[in-house]
């Protein structure tokens, strides 16, 4: 069967797709950042408590503290980019979904448990004595299982061709696991996250150490070591996620291949400079460093995507009906809406600083 | 139809939105509700510099922000991910045209979760005035939330000016965006109080307990007269006929109407119970009940909006099945098949009826309808059908059913998708093959001495057909009663048709003799006519064996009460009657046999579900019966199975007139014929007679094959006569109409017209006046050169073929010719020579009396003249 007689028909546009587009990479990057922290800290306060059978530590306690935090913005920063993604790529990931429909509400689930446990963990981290280790160790799986899944349905959205599979079995049971991509990409993303994990609460600890916290240096120092061994380590995943793409999304005879080509170099470098600066613990180098390399990996993600679809699909071959007052309402409301945040948060941080909040 | 389909079968019928959906919004109202609720009380504690209420305000947020925060918006999220699996195209639809109000929305979102962390985690900590306000950005975002979602989702129910000008704000701002949103904020302010409750109830110091509770208590009550007030602007803010649909026309949902008018006063009364100072052993589960009734309360409300939209999951705009409105007339045309992009099979063969069949399921029932589910089960609600009468269901969905949109396919899809729920999924099977008639010997044929014969008797029923329904447990629409007429002919030069001076008497065949054992009529005759009628006596009092009542120049036997079946209960439609003429002296003069047709082969069972009553072959059971009375009070409103209950079975006739029975009807329904023919034409359209005998006995493969004569013989189906059933609807109705019965106009609506290019073009009827007659074929008894009579109507009965006579005044019609239906010469298909005796017995052919020059038959003599009708001195055309 023609893969191309599957793909559904979509609708046009309000305003040109590069709206969209921008608008996507950018939430994205939030949604990657807050995500990253989230499964990163979690991962790595699962692997404290496992390293101590479950006994209490000052790195876990704080992120039990903080994880429901994380968790509440990598949902809410993941709400804009599924938006502006299902308005350029809806029908291929709509399609993608239903293909795995099983798993893909299979996460709501997920996400509800994990963050009850994340709860659970939080509000009763000192009663829990060994239970830690099974709460904070489910709900770390139960993010990795949605990782997965996001992973999945990502992937297979940009293979029509491997959409074909769901006519010898019932809809809503595919994973792309015939997609040589989908597994390196899967460990390079989560790896990426623990890496960022560790080296956000580097940060953290690094504001407390300047703030006079004398314990607070072994930590900033273990956060840097869990960056700059899962960032290594990801060099091998990454390496692996690049063989395994198909050659034409760094062909150097095409714009978009020369554009990935010099993005993947320069987020090579950036990478690597952000591992010698953790190494030597100067994580506000390393900070510096890897957001760059975060935002230039989600622009190469998208230029995988543009290539992988190219045989079916251009986001320029959407219609464009112009209404665009909507749009200006969005960024006033966007706008507004940032500037509120931003006068919350100083309040928040005056109230803060008068004494420490507990989260 | 672009787009894969989650086969969920059992989780189907849309259970998983519904469970997503109502703990979603039942969530999310109080989150904006429950937002206005903290501020206040926090302001009230401050104002009143009670403390304790502030504290009772900090561990109240904490429910909140759990409660919120994690299912409230991850079951957002949900929704979300729910539809674009169950119905992509409908949600691709609306990210689309409503992207930048979502992106609002989660702009108000995101400051919601921002504000909330502050909240709670500054409480205490923030001076006052500032956490206030703060408290207070929370509601304002949370509203403007709900101000946002509010659009879109009333945008589905009421797209209003945007299906014209397409404008995103026409969208948005919807006709019942304003009184939905102020339903909703009233709503929301009432949960607020709900949800108060359980944490109110916790309090341990009493006086502040009972306070915080009845403050909760105002919450509840306080905002709901101005919520019945903005759900009356809600409800007339819709348009006419989407109001009419969900509170007048959609059964379905009453329910869910009746739960929404009723529990609102429960959580009233609750809220004032509440108030009152109980022990907290009384007041916990109370409070725990009371959110119980707030969720069914707010399920109701959801329910009927839901359902409200359909047939559409975007009104005027896109169907529930995802197939726009603009593309629903290429669909039909093209096939939904050919159109669909994932389905393996592009039409539909013999040899995959069932794998398209299941396609086109898959396409257009799942996404409303399970598989063996807790919400809306295909199986059950199908199971009554056999495959015929499934594909005449869908076929008219969307007419009795106005919240299903119309079938979006071919015929031949239609057939497979009826194939595939009726066979596959109910194990429901059409009759495969014939019916095996127990067919009896051929009748000895009177005799008759054509040379000292003195008379000449001519006998003839006058339907030639009787339905009957034997299902007077439950209601009655056609009493046994066969009428059988007879002329009695004195030979000679000059014939003379005899009523005086002699006597006619019936007898019907013994086998026959016995009905009240086989049929419950009599059991039931005095609850349906208010009389006591005996065993085995019709209801002109008539019985089995009597005299024949004289008229001007025939002998009638009314309402023999004949029933098919024998002594043996084995089903023979054609029961025999003897007839005698016999003078004053005793001394018999004539002696003839004629058939006494009558069938209870009457389709009901086709949709209404139950087996044949009688031998696999014929009969009404209880259980079809009961179906017929259940779906008429679903669809009209009326309450027949109470009033069967109660009162016994119910007569149809009483309501809707029957000029066959005398019936006047009670002058405001519509007359029986037109009632149900009007209704059932908009399923049983575009099959020809295909569906006319699924109803009626008339079968060529059936049990009675009540349609027998030389017309059948020759090709002609019923259509041929009564029209096709859409355009013999529209006759009925039309006559209807005239007549002041403005439900026509309903039925009307439905029916789009099979012959004719409007409605305009057909005429009216009034049944059983106004019926094809022979001669709008058969010009001047010539040869015809239309085969097609519809349209031309007799004025009245008195030019019914039964009741019409020669041109001589003296004989009717069918005493010549043979009864309707099995007009000579005619083929019984029990008994060859049954509906031919007469032919028979007096000229040894099958044609009608005096064909082939057979005049001698009553003249004695070869005569010359045309003196019957003209054309009568020849052969019989069609040897």
Redesign the interface.
Known sequence: MDPS??????????VPWGW?QF?LVVTLFLHMLAMNVMLGTAFIAFVNLLRRSGEPDPLSREISGKI??TI??T??????P???V??LY??F???S???M??F??L??FL??AG??LA?IFKYNYEPLHGGRVIVFGLAATVMLAVAFFMSSNFTLMQRPEA?TR??DR???LLLNFGDPTFIPRFLHFVTAAVAVGGLSFALLYEFRHRRGDREAAPLVRSGCYWFSFATIVNFGFGFWFFGSLRPDVFDVSTVNGILAAVLLLTGIVLGAVSVISAMQFRVMRALVTVLPTIFIMILIRDLVRTAYLKPWFSVSDLEV?P?Y???L??LL??T??AV??VW??R??WR?IK??E??? | MNYPVWQLDAAGGGLLIALMAVVHVYISHFAVGGGLFLVVTEMKGIREGDRSIVDYVRRHTRFFLLLTMVAGSLTGVGIWFTISLLNPAATSELIHIFVFAWGIEWVFFTAEIVSLFIYYYTFGRMDDRNHVLIGWIYFGCAWMSLFFINGIIDFMLTPGAWLENRNFWSGLFNPTFWPALFFRSFLAFMLAGLYGFLTAVNIKEEQLRLRMVRYCALWLMAPFLLFLASAWWYRASLPLDLRSLIFERMPEIRIYLAAFTVLGPALMFGGLLMAIRMPRAVTRPLAGLLLLIGLMYMGSFEFIREAGRRPYIIRDYMYSTSIRTADMERVRQNGLLSEAKWTGNSSVTGENIADAGREIFNILCLPCHSIGGPLNDIRKLTRNYTPSGLEAKINGIHTASPYMPPFAGTADERRALAHYIGVNLNGRMDRQKDVALKTIAEDPVPEFDAEAADYVLLAWSDMGMKGMTDASNIWMIEPPGVTVNAQLIRRGPTPEVVVNGVTLSYAVDGEFMHPAARVSFWKNAQALYNVEIPEDTGLTGNGLTGTMTPGENVFTAAMLPIVPYTADNVFMPYPAVTLTASNAAGEILALTRVAAPISTELGCRVCHGGPWKVDGRSGITDVTAANVLEAHDRISGTRLQALAEEMGPVLCSRCHADASQNAPGNGEQLNLSAAIHGFHAGFVAGRGSFYCVLCHPADSGGATRAYRDIHRMLGLDCNYCHGEMEDLAVSLLKAELEDGKPHAADLLQNIRPANFAAIEDIAPRRPWDNLPDCLHCHLDFETPEDDTTFNRWTAGAEELYRNRTDESGMLRCPACHGSPHAVYPALNPYNGNRDILQPLQYQNNLFPIGANLNCPVCHTIDMEDELHHGNILRMFRNQ
Do not use: D, K, R
């Open positions: 007689a599957l793909i559904p028909a979509t609708e046009s546009l309000q969209f608008l429901p935090f509440a913005f949902v809410n920063f993941g709400v804009a599924l938006l502006f299902q308005v809806g029908h990931l709509y399609t979904s239903v293909l429909a099983n893909w509400i996460v709501i996400l509800i963050y009850y709860y959409w769901c006519f019932p809809a809503g009906v209404q007052s909507p749009l309402a969005f409301f966007l507004g809406g509120l945040i919350m948060l309040l928040a109230t008068a004494g909040v507990q989260s």
